[in-house]
C-alpha cells in the first residue's frame, strides 16, 4: 500500500496540531514534522511569564517533545531541519540539518507550511547591540533571563506597548526592574480603541511603568559603561541596561515566496477557505497566512494562537478528504497585566471606520462583574458595537480586574454565531451572586443595544460634544455632580424631573447623561413620552473621564441647580 507522504514545516502551534490532527484522521499516513528550532510544540504564549519568573520551570514550556510525537503518534519529529526550498514540480523540499550542515530531499504528498512569524527589528542604528532583545522561541527567552541574572538590571526600556510589549512590562516589574514602555501610537495596545485603551494606561501608570506614547523610537547606543541609550525622533534619550524590541511580527513567508506561491495584499501567504495555497499540494496555516476578518470580510494578518490551532486542524481534514472549512478570524484576544484583563472580539470601531461602515453604533456600560452587594465586585468597563439596523453584534472590548474574559468570551460565539443585541438581551449565563448578575454585563449590552435600534433610546455621539448645540443634562445627585460633570451641563436629579422638566428647552436636542448610562436612560423615556428630542450619552460621566481626561475637573460655567 502507498502510504501517504505528509511534510509539515514548522511544529510548534499550528504544525503540531495539524501533525496529531492528522495521524488521528489516517492511521496509515508518513508524517514528517521539521522544525528549525531546538523544540516543538513549545508555548510561546507562556515566555513573557518565563523571563518574569512566573514559571520558573524552562520544561513546563514544552508540551510535547520529540519523543511523544513519536511514541504516542507514531510521528517523526526532527528539530533543528530547517526546509530551505520546495520543489513543487519534483514535489520534494530540501532540509538543512543545522547541527551539520548537510542537506537532504524529502518527498511529500502533501506539504504544510506552518513557519510561523518573526518579530520586526527595524534597521535602526544600534538594533543589534547587546541587551536588545526580542521574544519569539524559548531561547529567547533564555537570554533574556540570562541577561536578567547575571547584569541584574535597574531599569529596562520596551518598545512597542502592544500585547507582548506590555505583557513583558508586567514580568520585568516583576523582576523588580524599573521599565519604560515607548509606543508609536497615542495609545498602548493599538488595536483597542483609544477610549478603551485608556483603562489600560491609567492601570500601568498606576503600577508604576512609565508610559511615553506617540513617540518613535529611532535608534540605540552603547555607553562606556556597558548600558544602553534609546533614542527617540523627538529627541529624548532613555539610559537602560535592557531592551526588549515588541514592535509587531511579520509573517515567515520567504520559502513560500520562494516556491512562487501566491501572496496576498497584506504580506501573507494567500489560501483558501480549507487552507490550501495556490499550489494544490501545499497547505498553510498560522501566523504565515493572511485570513479573512470574520465581521469586515477583509483580508488581515491576526497572528493569535487560536486561529492557528483551528487551521492546522482544517489543513489536516482537507488533506484526508474532509470538507471541513475555516471560518475565519474574529481577533479574540485578552491580555492580562498587574490584574488587570484587556479582551476584545470582532470588529473595533476603528477597523469599522478604516473600511468605510457607516451603519453601527457603539454603546459603552461599566457594570459589577458580579452583584454590587456581594464582597469584591468590580467594574467592567464595556464597549459593545452592533449593525444599527439589524441589530448584528459586531465586536466588542472590555477592560476591567474580574470576569472581563468571560463576557468577551460570550460576546465572541455570538458574533460567530451571527447573533444580534437581541440575542444578548435574551441570553441565559449562569448567576448566583459571587459569579454575575441576574442581568448579566452581556444581557445589560444586549438591552442597552436593543434599546437603541428598536429606537426607544437614540445615543448622543460622544465625539460631537465639543461642537453640539445640545443641552447637556445630568441626571445624577448633585453631591455626584459637583464631583465631577461635563463641561457646560445643568444638573437635574432623576427623581426631581418630571417636576422640573418646565426648566428644559423644547426647542432644541437634550443630551443626557449619569454616571453610567441607566439613569440617564429612565431620564431619555421620562422626557421622550413627555415631547422632548433626547439622546443618551452611552456609558455617562464614567465614559466622559476616559473620552476626555482632560475636562475632569468641574468647569467654570455649570451649575448646580
Ligand atoms: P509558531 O508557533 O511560531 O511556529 C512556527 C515554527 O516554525 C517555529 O518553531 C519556527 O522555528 C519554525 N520554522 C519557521 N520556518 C521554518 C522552516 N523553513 N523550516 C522549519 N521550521 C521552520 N497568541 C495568543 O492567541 N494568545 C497569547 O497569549 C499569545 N501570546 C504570545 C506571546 C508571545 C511571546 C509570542 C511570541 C506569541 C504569542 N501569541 C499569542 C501568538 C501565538 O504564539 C502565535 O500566533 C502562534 O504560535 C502561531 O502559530 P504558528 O504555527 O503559525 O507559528
Redo the contacts with the bound molecule.
Sequence with gaps: MNRKRVVI????????TCAARLRRLDESADILV????P??S?A?????YYVGNVIQDECKLLLASPELFRDRFNIEVRTK????AIDRREHTVTVRDLETGTESEEHYDALVL????V?IRPAWPGTGLPGIFT???VPDSREIRNWIETRNPRSAVVVGGG??GL?MAENLRHRGIAVTVVELAKQVMPPLDAEMAEYARQHLEAHGVNLVLGEAVVGFERRFNGGLVVRTQSGTAFETELVVLSIG?RP?TQ?ARDAGLAMGERGGIRVDDQMRTSDPSIWA????VEVKHWVTGQWELI??????NRQ?RVAADAICGRDTIFRGVQGT???GFFGLTVALTGATEKSLSRNGWRDYAAVYLHPSHHVSYYPGAKVIHLKLLFRKSDGLVLGAQGVGEQGVARRIDVIAQSIQMKATVFDLEEAELCYAPQYGGAKDPVNFAGMIASNVVRGDMELAPWSGLDATSATLLDVREPHEFRAGSIEGAINIPLGELRARSGELPRSKEIWVNCQVGQRAYYACRILAQHGFRVRNLSGGYNTYRVLYPEGVPQPAGSQVR
Design positions: 514545516a514548522g511544529g510548534v502551534a499550528g504544525g503540531a521539521l522544525d528549525r528550532g523544540y516543538v513549545f510561546n504564549c507562556g515566555l513573557p531541519h530547517e526546509v530551505v506552518s513557519p510561523g512569524a518579530p521574544l519569539r522561541s500585547f507582548i505583557e511580527v515567515e520559502l496555516i498560522g501566523d504565515a497572528p493569535l494562537a487560536g486561529p492557528a492546522g484576544a485578552v491580555c
